[in-house]
Nanobody
């Protein structure tokens, strides 16, 4: 059973940076599509960034391109989301998610395809 635990959220001013971490355990040697999603109050959950652990291929939603970077450690047990130039509209609960297989098999930002989720970490950006 894959378990995901996020950390690193907090409150920053606009223009600041945060790095989120997602510690993963319970892998069975398979490769996964790992994603970062966010959900703001009153809004639907949206995909932010995704990475296929097999090749390291990455995907970003347009609103974060050039500002956010998804990465993983060499052991492939921790997923990161480096967030720079943060904006107030980035304020949300951020979730780490995983599903087996290549991200390109399906829409990497379709939340319903992800079966494993962390508990979330709050990011608040003030203007």
């Amino acid at each position: 059973q894959v378990q995901l635990v996020e950390s690193g959220g907090g409150s920053v001013q606009a223009g600041g940076s945060l790095r989120l971490s997602c510690a993963a355990s319970g892998y069975t040697g398979r490769t996964y599509c790992m994603g970062w999603f966010r959900q703001a109050p009153g809004k639907e959950r949206e995909g932010v960034a995704a990475m296929y652990t097999g090749r390291g291929s990455t995907y970003y939603t347009d609103s974060v391109k050039g500002r956010f970077t998804i990465s993983q450690d060499n052991a492939k047990t921790t997923l990161y989301l480096q967030m720079n130039s943060l904006k107030p509209e980035d304020t949300a609960m951020y979730y780490c998610a995983a599903r087996p297989g290549d991200c390109s098999n399906y829409d990497p930002f379709f939340a319903q395809h992800f079966g494993y989720w962390g508990q979330g970490t709050q990011v608040t950006v003030s203007s």
